[in-house]
């Protein structure tokens, strides 16, 4: 094991989303890559807008992705008492004060500041206050020190990123019902917990200062920081429900697998040459901060469609089998009887993109009786099929052997018996056997479907003929 710590540390006020996923993706790859570790902590100070639902929604996104910790999941919730000790800390130490000053008296000053044309920023009244009113409620800030000087940090993506000092607000570190705020407990919990490395969305660069004056308050070691770019739509602007599904677990149900995911989400705003597809393994080995841009990266669903239908192509059959049962359960088909379903795999996966594709495409092997479509059996099941249809049930009741070949070979007598093409023969079979005029080759079918429901399935059709 390296030293280096990173840590995620979602919000559970929702599903883990595309970026929160990215974001959790990175560290997780520069902590195997290093032989570090990995710690998840769940910031839920927020009580009102936690939820133990959200909680469970991101572990099973991480869980997904394959994204594994080696420490946590840590409850900010579960450790406030440490928090208080960090206030009372600062308060003893003169680096924090209490102020009494009312929401409306702060709203009042603010106007007036914008009125002025100046910033709006606490304007320190408890600070100078002498006596403390007697009972009433208050809040707990933090001192910035040296207004005249500035906090500077080394972004490991970002560059050297600087702000005034001025600019900083005397920050609420705990709120008047006694709850601390995020900026403080972050503080806390990433020094406590030995991060070394934050890793986390750009939305918090405003936060970093802050944040830094307080480790130095608190006698901490300041960890190093790497912001990563924000995600856009097509259009630009940050990518929201507007530009389509943003919770990774919506993209399972659309069918998406988590390679492709994995796969997706690291190439927004990462790269390694041209190479576009790369395992889990290609990227703990491959991945770097350095190669992650400095600019936003725009979603791109077509790729990820793309992506995905490379891994659907690629993937072990058995397990894609399995997940397979899962998609047509969805659909409402019960495929716990029937043909093997790695072997239904391997008929559809050359055309299908998702899952749910796949499942669609795999139905009809699965129904007790097929629905024929009203347009296909108009064209195929009439009775100047029949014949054919007859010959290629007795060719295929006749075979010893139910294989492709076999099968292959019996169509072969068929063409011969009737003096058709393939292109004759196998329209009709492929109405009688799977409702449609598009499926897999009609031998893969027949094969995969087996004897019993290929016989029934010809007779049936046979019959619905006349
Ligand atoms: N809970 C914060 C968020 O979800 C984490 C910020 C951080 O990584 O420091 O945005």
Redesign the pocket.
């Known amino acids: 094991m390296s030293g280096l710590r990173v840590r995620f ?3 559970p006020t929702g599903y883990l989303h595309i970026g ?1 996923a990215r974001t959790a993706l990175f560290n997780y790859l520069l902590a195997r890559k290093e032989k570090g570790t990995f710690v998840l902590r769940i ?1 839920d100070t927020d009580v009102a807008r936690s939820t133990q639902e959200s909680v469970d929604a991101i572990l099973q996104a991480m869980e997904w992705l394959g994204l594994s910790y080696d420490e946590g999941p840590f409850y900010q919730s579960e450790r406030f008492d440490l928090y208080r000790q960090k206030v009372q800390q600062l308060l003893d130490s003169g680096k924090a004060y209490r102020c009494y000053c009312s929401a409306e008296e702060l709203e009042a000053r603010r106007e007036a500041a914008l009125k002025e044309g100046g910033k709006p920023k606490y304007d320190r009244t408890c600070l100078r206050r002498t006596e403390a009113p007697e009972g009433s409620p208050y809040v707990v800030r933090f001192q910035v020190e040296d207004e005249e000087g500035v906090t500077a940090f080394d972004d490991r993506i970002k560059g050297t990123i600087t702000f005034r000092n001025d600019e900083l607000d005397d920050l609420i570190i705990l709120r008047s019902d006694g709850t601390p705020t ?1 900026n403080f407990v ?1 503080v806390v919990d990433d020094a406590e917990m030995g991060i070394n490395l ?1 890793i ?2 750009d ?2 660069i405003n936060n970093t200062p802050r944040q830094i004056l307080m480790y130095k308050a608190l006698g901490y070691p300041v960890p190093g920081f790497a912001h990563v770019p924000m995600i856009l739509g097509a259009d630009k602007t940050r990518l929201s429900k507007r530009h389509g599904a943003t919770s990774v677990m919506v993209y399972r149900e659309m069918g998406y697998l988590p390679e492709a995911m994995v796969n997706y989400l690291v190439r927004l705003g990462w790269s390694h040459g041209d190479e576009e597809i790369f395992s889990m393994s290609d990227l703990i080995d491959k991945f770097t901060l350095e190669a992650v841009g400095k600019s936003a990266g725009v979603f791109n669903p077509e790729k990820l469609l793309w992506l995905n239908a490379h891994y659907i192509k690629t993937g072990d059959p058995a397990r894609l089998g399995k997940l397979l049962l899962e998609y047509l359960a969805a659909e409402g088909i019960d495929a716990t009887r029937g043909p093997d379903p790695a072997a239904v795999v391997v008929t559809l996966r050359e055309r299908a993109r998702t899952m749910v594709e796949m499942a669609k495409g795999a139905a009809f092997y699965y129904v007790p009786e097929v629905t024929y479509e009203a347009e296909a059996a108009a064209k195929f099941l009439t009775e100047a099929q029949r014949p054919v249809l007859e010959s290629v049930t007795a060719r295929l009741e006749a075979l010893e052997t139910f294989d492709e070949e076999a099968i292959s070979q019996a169509f072969g007598m068929v063409m011969e018996e009737t003096g058709l093409k393939l292109g004759k023969v196998a329209p009709p079979v492929r109405v009688a056997l799977t409702g449609s005029t598009v499926s897999p080759s009609v031998y893969e079918v027949i094969a995969v479907l087996g004897r019993e429901q290929t016989l029934q399935r010809l007779r049936r059709a046979a019959a619905a003929i006349s």
């Open positions: 540390a979602p919000s929160g910031e995020y972050v934050v986390r969305g939305d918090h």
